[in-house]
């Protein structure tokens, strides 16, 4: 029994330095290693990893167009449902015509009036212009016919004054003198006609004057496709036809239609919005990426993309084409107050905006609000 224990006594310090020399050497290879992992992610990090920011906090996003129409109508027609995709200039809504209609035949029949009213009034200045002509040479008829009048009153006069002036010696006779009186008389009244014959002619001739003068100050220096009065009813005939035009509600660009809110019957004011037109082919990202992470971030780096949509499978390329000007929460509606006395510093996030490359959209689509992963190299920085 003691030579057992004896034995034993002397196996164990043997066994015990065995084993302290494997554990030695264990740990050595296990602090080689932890020191070749190190070293490892030391030059994958200064290589590599240093030169790449990441983040998931991404959506895509696009500049939606919503359709809304321009003039009040009533729908009579609605040719789109929810997730049809469109063309840019597809009808997508007809609204009641009629009205419009009614003031396109209106408006045309006010332009025909008007340029007949030019024409009328070109050819009343024609017509004033020889009447204007007419009235001169009437004056100097008139005036002719005066100077005559004048000639033969002054004649009677002078021979009614010489027959008075003999009467009394019984030179003449007093039928004589009736015959002069008479004369006189009738010279008299000639030579008021005569005078008022010029009166006459040279008002009518003042009058033509005024209305050439007034006529020709809406015609001078204008043709029938000129007039204020034309140009004026062409306008509100190339409003009713474009009222007419809007009858028609277009896609205003291509995509895809989204919360549709329009029915047959609905009576639709201008401004409303009826549905969104999502332009699939024209996304792009918008990353969040923390404040930290963005130093050395500049616009046209390269990005690499994941979409949760398709997985690691497919992988999109992009580039940065800016950074917002604000964050999100200084952006928000009501500004975060850190003004407080219990304020807690939290690391903010600054949206920047990925464009997608277009030819790799039409192969593996995407829609507005899908999450991805992106990926931005900043080893050109």
Request: charged residues 20%.
């Amino acid at each position: 029994m003691s030579d057992t224990a004896t034995q034993a006594a002397e196996v164990d310090p043997e066994l015990s330095a065995f084993r302290k020399t494997r554990r030695t050497m264990w740990l050595k290879r296990l602090a080689i290693a932890l020191a070749i992992a190190a070293l490892a992610w030391g030059a994958w990090y200064v290589l590599v990893a240093r030169n790449y920011v990441s983040t998931d906090n991404a959506y895509v996003n696009a500049r939606m167009a919503q359709v809304t129409p321009l003039i009040a109508g009533s729908a009579i027609e609605v040719l789109v449902e929810d997730t049809q995709q469109v063309k840019a200039g597809d009808v997508l809504v007809r609204l009641d015509h009629a009205n419009a209609r009614i003031a396109v035949a209106q408006a045309e029949a006010d332009l025909a009036a008007a340029r007949r009213k030019f024409g009328q009034t070109v050819a009343t200045n024609s017509a004033l212009s020889a009447q204007i002509d007419t009235s001169s040479a009437g004056l100097v008829q008139a005036q002719a016919r005066l100077r005559t009048a004048q000639a033969e009153f002054e004649k009677a006069r002078i021979d009614l004054q010489r027959r008075e002036a003999v009467i009394a010696s019984g030179a003449i006779s007093g039928e004589e003198l009736t015959q002069a009186r008479k004369a006189y008389s009738a010279a008299s009244s000639a030579l008021e006609a005569a005078r008022g014959g010029i009166s006459e002619v040279a008002s009518a001739r003042r009058v033509a004057q005024g209305q050439l003068a007034a006529n020709d100050a809406l015609v001078r220096g204008s043709s029938v496709d000129t007039d204020p009065a034309v140009q004026a009813a062409r306008a509100r005939l190339d409003a009713a036809l474009l009222d007419l035009q809007r009858t028609e509600i277009r896609a205003p660009v291509s995509g895809v239609v989204s919360r549709l809110q329009i029915q047959v019957g609905q009576r639709l004011s201008p401004g409303q919005t009826i549905m969104t037109i999502v332009p699939i082919d024209k996304l792009y990202v918008d990353a969040n990426f923390k404040e930290v992470q963005l130093g050395r971030v500049r616009p046209g780096m390269a990005v690499t993309l994941k979409s949760d949509l398709y997985g690691g499978d497919v992988v999109y390329h992009g580039k940065v084409t800016g950074l917002a000007g604000g964050t999100g929460s200084s952006m928000a509606i009501i500004p975060a107050q850190n003004a407080t006395g219990n304020w807690i510093k939290t690391v903010q996030r600054l949206p920047v905006r990925i464009e997608l490359d277009p030819a790799e959209l039409r192969q593996h689509p995407l829609r507005v609000g899908l999450s991805v992963e992106v990926e931005i190299d900043v080893s050109g920085q």
